[in-house]
Each structure stands twice: as C-alpha cells, then as structure tokens.
C-alpha cells in the first residue's frame, strides 16, 4: 500500500460458485440483473452497524457490517447507478436508493458521459466522472478527508481496479448458489490471489467469507 | 427479549481455555490483574471500527469492530473503572483511560459507594449507582436513547447479568492460553447455554469466536 493514495476496500462482494457476482440483464425492474439468488443471504440493513436488525447478530451480520466503517467515498461503475446506456436520457433518474442513499459520503461514478452532480440532505452526492482507475481513486481520495475509499463495484468495476492493482482490501462473500450466467468477477485475473494474503471463514448461515489483504 | 428493555449485549468478552476472564489481583500496575496473555492477541484499536488499524483486516479485528456499533450506554463493575475498595479515596482518580476514555456515552459504574458524576468532553460520563442489575439496566437503557446498553465486564458483572438472565447477546472469544488463576466467567452457570442459540467460527489468529443469541 502506497502511502501517496487512500486505501482501497471492496466490502460484501457477493460471488456464485461458478463466480459470477451480478446477472447480465440489468433493468429498471432488475438492478441486480437477475442474480437475485445471490443476494438471499444478504441483510442490507447491517451495512451500518449489526444493531440496525431486531435480529441475531450472526458473523455473517457482524463481516457485512464492516461496509461503513472509515469509509469516507465510494467508487462505483454507472451500472450500479442506473441502467441507463449511451447519453443520460432527461429522465430525472436519481439512482435506485430513493431519498435516503445508504452511501452518506461523496460516491464518484464512472461513465463516458458528464452528469450534474446529485446531491442529498443525508450526505450522499453522485459525482459524475470519465476516469481512469488511478484518477477516479486520487478525486475519491481528496473527498474521503483521510478516511478508506471504498470501490463499490458492480463487478466490472471491481475487476478493472485489481487489473490496476490498486485493491488493498477485498471482503469476498462465496454464495452457495450456482448462476450458470452473468458478469465474472475474476475473469483474466490468473494468479490475483498471489497478491493478497487470503483469510477463509465458513458462517452457520452456509457462506463462504474471504478477507484478502495486499500483501 | 422483552420489548419493555433495551438490548444488553457483551462484547470482546475474552477467555482463557481454563475459563479465566481476568486476573484475581487488579491494582493500580495491573487493570486486569495479572491476565495479560488474554489480551495479547486483542486490538483495541478497531473497537470502533477496522480502519483504526493500519494493518490487515482480518475476522478477528472485524467482529472486535462490532463493540461500539448501536451502543447509546454501558454498564460496568467498579473493579473496570477501578483497582480502590470500599469508600472512595479523595484521590481524583477518573479511570484507567485518560482524557479519552473510549466509551463516548453514559457509562454506569456499579458501587455501594455513590460518588459525583465524572464527564469528559468527547460524550463519556461515568455514573456511579448503588442498584441491582435489572434496575441499572433501565437507568442505563433510558441513558441510551433506543440504542442498545453494554454489558462493560468485567467478568464478575457480566456474570451477575447472566444470572438475572437480562443479557441479549453474548460475544465471547477464547483464547487458547491457560492460565491458572483468576476470575472465572461462567462459575455457578450451568446450563446457561440452553437459553442461546451459539454460532462458533474459530480464525487463522487461533481465536474462537462465539456469538450468543437470545433464544
């Protein structure tokens, strides 16, 4: 890790058995692109803090929390904004979260084509940039105040910052599910593993929880 | 869980193989009275979050992080905020920690000996109450404003709110040291473990962890 840059996190990155971590058919209807199964062990409530559930606190619930804590920016690629394609039609789309964005902090989101900035009264803002990894990262840097920037995927997203090599930490979720079609998380990355020191703990709930940090 | 109460949940509750939770001879030198080698492999650091530690994050350090999340108010024995017995000297102590303590809320000090409240700017207040446990947990749970209380340890409380069977949640970690001597965590208990259900998952840092849940 380079002292010059923030450190870089991947949190909750759901992944198939066969290794797929999104579907390919993104739609209003379908953020997720139909990878939904993925998602059927996963309490977005926690993200903030296990107390956030009047349920269990599971490891499961205690791993996923470590979403929030010292990030100070996201990064994240247009698909998980919208499934808008090409020039952002005039449609007033906002993102999928309505008024209250989990996100809380500046969120830099890649795309060819320039937006306005969007912003929230809870501390979200969508920032609209056409970046390259390193660039996207420098500007989420300056906006995260010292704090971790976390790269929020979607999985193209993800993929192209270990191609950069510019991941320092990646929570890896291993989903009991099998997909049989969507977007590969690792595809192209033989040998990525030789970069992190991995960390494997299987949870009651029935997943697979991998802690890998830059060596 | 009664819906009249907050939440008591214990945290980071470190055990030896042999059942020690702390050490028998705290004084002034020795906060937890001899039971160093528990805590040798324990970051305080990341109790409030992982990035608190320039270092990997790992399983361990993840569900350390868990201590500070949703917490409006603890609960403590005397023996935490303190190596001095009977009447309180006029000695100005205000705990082991300093300027900062790391609590940031109301924390109530279990006593026979009521003394003035102690404040410090960064949001911990130390109360002293001369009350049963069950009546702690109410001044407590109304200092905690809907968030959840904190069972603080040591181990002698945290075993007296066992016993009154008024905790929620129980994080216990075992240490795979022996040492012998000291205070016992869970003497007089048997069969407390039909009232949870008990997930473990033990770590390449050689800990097991256990998150007790209220059946």
């Not at 380079?2 to 209003?28: E, I, K, Q, W, Y």
């Not at 690792?186 to 949870?203: H, N, P, S, Y």
Request: net charge negative; glycine share 14%.
């Amino acid at each position: 890790m380079s002292a010059a840059r923030p450190r870089a996190r991947v949190h909750n990155m759901l992944v198939s058995l066969d290794g797929f971590a999104a579907g390919d058919r993104v739609t209003f209807d379908q953020p997720i692109g139909g990878a939904g199964l993925l998602f059927s062990r996963f309490d977005g409530r926690v993200i903030d803090g296990v107390h956030n559930a009047d349920a269990p606190i599971t490891v499961d619930r205690a791993l996923t929390s470590m979403w929030g804590q010292g990030i100070g920016a996201e990064i994240m690629g247009r698909r998980k904004f919208g499934p808008q394609t090409g020039q952002w039609p005039d449609d007033g789309w906002q993102g999928w979260w309505g008024d209250e964005p989990p996100f809380r902090t500046p969120v830099f989101v890649l795309t060819h084509h320039p937006r306005e900035t969007v912003e929230f009264e809870n501390g979200t803002s969508f920032h609209f940039v056409d970046a390259t990894p390193e660039e996207a990262l420098r500007q989420a840097g300056e906006a995260a105040s010292g704090l971790d920037v976390r790269i929020g995927g979607g999985p193209t997203t993800v993929r192209q910052f270990l191609e950069a090599d510019l991941i320092d930490f990646l929570h890896l979720v291993i989903v009991p599910v099998v997909l049989g079609a969507g977007v590969r998380l690792l595809d192209g990355l033989e040998g990525v593993e030789d970069r992190f020191t991995i960390e494997t703990v299987g949870t009651e709930g029935g997943l697979t929880h991998q802690l890998w940090n830059r060596k």
